[in-house]
């Protein structure tokens, strides 16, 4: 992050799998510009987590037990602002409904 004299990104992941969440945890601990605040596995985690940990952006994959990562990332935008990029394998970026249903629910961005 340049010079070092600004401070990490904090970032929250949310990833039902535990796999896919050893694979984030490392790729975000090579970087110097991130420090990871916390990785959990469902959205209710995630709903009580945001307030406590105040994440600078959110990473949620769409794919949650319960209640999808687009539902969650409503209810999370209702009580606080913070960035959120949506991950999922089995959306698609190109499908101008899925791209809509996600701008509409105040995503940043969606990541395939």
Known sequence: MGNGSQRPV???VVEDSATMRELLRTIFAADPG????????????????????????????YCLPGRNGL???REILAKSPVPIVIMSSQLKVD????VARVVEGGVLALLE
């Open 95 to 98: 499908d101008p409904e899925v």
């Open 34 to 61: 991130i420090e990871l605040v916390g990785m959990l596995s469902d959205g209710e985690m995630a709903l009580e987590a945001v307030g406590r940990l105040h994440p600078d952006i959110l990473a949620i994959d």
């Open 10 to 12: 904090r970032l929250l």
């Open 71 to 73: 539902e969650v990332s």
